[in-house]
């Protein structure tokens, strides 16, 4: 199956880092990092955050992210195997996923609707509630088995939600030099979005798109703030740029192209408009 990438966060902080996106902890800690945008799998969309929170906070930036999503719930061993192998190139180790008996114990219901399970693939002897206090579920990127631990502990974490349709792509063409990180003679192109929908645009990650050099986009929200950059944002050793805009505001947003410090970059940006299913939004 080919693998869409994409990304999808929150506008509340929203820059970017050598290819991670970071999206403001609701418990108001350090921002979180989104690694690589989302990547959609059998309709549905997948995004990793490498940084460790509690099943809480992940619980609430699922909660929050572009669209709408959760943790992870994971229905089948192909799933599993999909989410396992994907948190393994995004840092590996041990991930939340969205199942949890905090409300009964020993009864484990998904993050999507509380309903319970007809899968898992709990470690043998699994899951142990070790000293009464392990209510939330994790899986391990190198083995894939689950385990139940303490919902306070620090994880990396998964979201999930359906695959978002779109509108068809716009773009527009750049060619930059010496523009300082994209702070000085860029390109500029605006997109008019309504309430509660959202964009896509991408060096990178979005079909169609072209890049010669180093990119470097930026995104301002109707009232001239900028609320998202991206550098390298479609995985290690592709110098393009994605980023994903939630507008929470109807109105025109900005985005400039530019190059990576003082080089020089040229090449095509390609739009996609998402909203929510049953919510129109502007292309």
């Given at each position: 199956?080919?693998?869409l ?5 929150l ?7 050598g ?27 997948y ?25 992870a ?36 219901r ?6 319970p ?24 990127s ?8 303490i919902c ?24 930059a ?21 959202g ?23 109707p ?28 109105g ?32």
């Open positions: 199956m080919t693998k990438r994409w990304s999808g966060a506008v509340l902080a929203f820059a970017a880092c290819g991670e996106y970071e999206l403001q902890d609701p418990a108001g800690g350090e921002p979180v990092q989104e690694v690589q945008g989302s990547i959609s799998f059998n309709g549905h969309d995004i990793f955050y490498q940084t460790a929170v509690s099943y809480s906070t992940a619980h609430t930036v699922c909660q929050n992210a572009v669209g709408g999503s959760h943790l719930v994971i229905t089948d061993s192909a799933e599993n195997t999909f989410v396992s192998n994907e948190a393994g190139q995004h840092g590996g180790g041990v991930w939340w996923i969205g199942y949890t008996d905090q409300k009964q114990e020993g009864l484990w998904w993050d999507d609707n509380g309903t399970s007809g899968y898992n693939h709990w470690n043998m002897n699994e899951p142990n509630d070790w000293n009464g206090n392990e209510d939330c579920a994790t899986v391990d190198a083995t894939q088995g689950w385990n139940d631990v306070t502990s620090q994880l990396k974490f998964v979201c999930e939600r359906d695959s978002i349709p779109g509108t068809p792509f716009q773009g527009f063409m750049f060619s030099n010496d523009t300082a990180n994209d702070t000085r003679g860029w390109t500029s192109w605006s997109v008019d979005v309504g309430a509660n929908g964009f896509e645009a991408g060096t990178c990650g979005v079909p169609g798109a072209q890049l010669t050099g180093d990119s470097v986009l930026r995104v301002f929200n009232g001239g703030v900028e609320i998202a950059s991206n550098d390298d944002g479609c995985g290690p050793g592709n110098l393009g740029s994605n980023v994903a805009v939630a507008a929470t505001t109807a025109t947003y900005i985005i400039h192209a530019g190059c990576f410090d003082d080089t020089t970059c040229s090449g095509t940006v390609k739009i996609l408009a998402t909203c929510p299913p049953g919510i129109a939004c502007v292309p």
